[in-house]
């Protein structure tokens, strides 16, 4: 039978080894043989070959890199799109409950204006999410409470949590919810209220050790509040109650060296149940301080190779989120899913979390307790591209024209031009080699 390989592999040779990737399936193979990278190298430059019952061709038909030749896999790559796209079980929506927020972050691109969601626009939200559970059989309700910093209005999402639970238990559906917050009003005892209400899942922003953090994250009135962050991440730590929090760095040049104290930290003070995301800080645009300093996209690549192959160094588990983007729809964004929805304090429904005041982002409202969309719009947010220029590009099937889905619908081309997939590749192959290591 003849062979070809996928043309979703990239190949990477590095001093003495050689990496494929595969962004159809996300395997990943590292080659330190001499006689089996040569094997490879010949294989690669041809179109087709014959199945010789090589070991090398027998690990690359098993990890998915070879197909026989009259399958074109990028047929399997668009089936792959139309199997998730028609999966409409669940529901996920981020509601944004208030646009205030207690601090003023020095790279923040959000106006913080004092909007807040009342009573009667939950209430009318919660109806029509049970409209909507029922028409559609939903069998997962996920709910994501943003802001602003939604912590400023605890009332709105205590309330929601109440009678979106009690349906949600009666109709045997799943409730998972989460929450964006800065962590500052997550005190022992707003944290026992909402964890009781099944609020369990946090992402929580600490930018290095207390200097670092609060030089680039201060209250409105410039206070600093690191401290209180931190006890309170304690305290989250010290109870026995089923939660995850996702500690998200930020970071550029000059924070650096302290993100890699309080991963240390992290690691001595904190459970399994915290994990650690690290997010180069990049000009988004907005209201960001114009003084702020941004990484360059490279800067942001480096920063992102140094932190999480330091992670994986240290067994943290928080480097895979690397292997996350690399697997298939790994680099499309939240809102090109169609059963994800942002709904913000009127109760107007959008979907782009960074333009929420963008017209073309307007998808529908929240009208007497029902989910109205407006489908052609939701459309250009959530239809694929099938372009030559896509199909043909190498990471296709992790993004399937959505890396961005704001600028699709706008009618702009490639999203990714900047990402660096060599770097990528190599990041997890690094985290992962030092892990192992580690365990060793
Ligand atoms: S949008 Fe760009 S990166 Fe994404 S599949 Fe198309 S060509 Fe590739
Ligand atoms: S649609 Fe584009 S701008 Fe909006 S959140 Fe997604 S990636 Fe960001």
């Not at 922003?205 to 200097?211: A, I, R």
């Not at 670092?212 to 401290?227: A, L």
């Not at 706008?410 to 060599?422: A, E, M, N, V």
Request: with cysteine.
């Amino acid at each position: 039978m003849e062979l070809h390989f996928s043309k979703y592999t990239s190949c990477i040779e590095d001093s003495n080894e050689l990496l494929l990737y595969h962004s159809l399936t996300g395997s990943l193979i590292r080659i330190i043989e001499e006689e089996k990278i040569n094997h490879v190298r010949k294989l690669i430059n041809k179109n087709s070959f014959a199945d010789d019952g090589s070991e090398v061709i027998k690990t690359l038909k098993e990890q998915g890199f070879l197909f026989p030749s009259d399958i074109d896999e990028t047929e399997i790559a668009k089936q792959l799109f139309i199997d998730r796209a028609s999966c409409r079980d669940s529901l996920r929506l981020m509601i944004y409950v208030t646009n205030a927020c207690n601090f003023r972050c020095v790279y923040c691109p959000q106006p913080h204006t004092e909007e807040y969601m009342d009573m009667k626009t939950i209430v009318d939200i919660c109806e029509a999410i049970k409209k909507y559970a029922v028409a559609n059989s939903t069998k997962t309700v996920i709910i994501s409470w943003f802001g602003g910093e939604p912590l400023l209005n605890t009332e709105v999402i205590e309330n929601a949590m109440e009678s979106l639970s009690q349906f949600c238990s009666e109709h045997n559906i799943i409730l998972l919810s989460g929450m964006t917050t800065n962590g500052y009003g997550l005190t022992d005892v707003v944290f026992e209220r909402l964890i009781k209400l099944g609020v369990n899942e946090y992402q929580i922003t600490l930018d290095g050790l207390s200097e670092t953090h609060d030089r680039n994250r201060f209250t409105r009135d410039g206070k600093p509040t690191w401290e209180r962050i931190w006890s309170n991440l304690i305290y989250m730590n010290n109870t026995e109650y089923k939660f995850s929090v996702s500690l998200r760095i930020n970071v550029n040049k000059s924070n650096a060296d302290s993100a890699k104290e309080l991963i240390k930290l992290k690691k001595e003070k904190l459970d399994e149940r915290f994990t650690l995301q690290i997010q180069p800080i990049t000009n988004m645009g907005g209201m960001g301080n114009p003084n702020s300093e941004y990484c360059t996209e490279s800067e942001a690549e480096d920063v992102r190779i140094d932190l999480y192959s330091l992670l994986g160094g240290m067994k943290d588990e928080g480097f895979r989120r690397i292997s996350r983007i690399l697997r298939p729809f790994g680099l499309m964004c939240n809102c090109a899913k169609i059963d994800y929805l942002i709904i913000k304090t009127d109760g107007t429904i959008c979907k782009c979390e960074l333009l929420i005041d963008d017209e073309h982002n307007c998808i529908g409202k929240i009208d007497n307790s029902e989910l109205r969309l407006n489908l052609a719009r939701l459309a250009q947010y959530v239809a694929p591209s099938f372009s030559n220029e896509c199909q043909e590009c190498k990471i296709f099937p992790l993004c399937y024209g959505l890396y961005c889905p704001h600028k699709k619908s706008l009618k702009y081309s490639c999203g990714l031009k900047h990402f660096d997939l060599t770097r990528n590749i190599k990041m997890l192959a690094t985290g992962l080699i030092k892990k192992r290591q580690a365990e060793v």
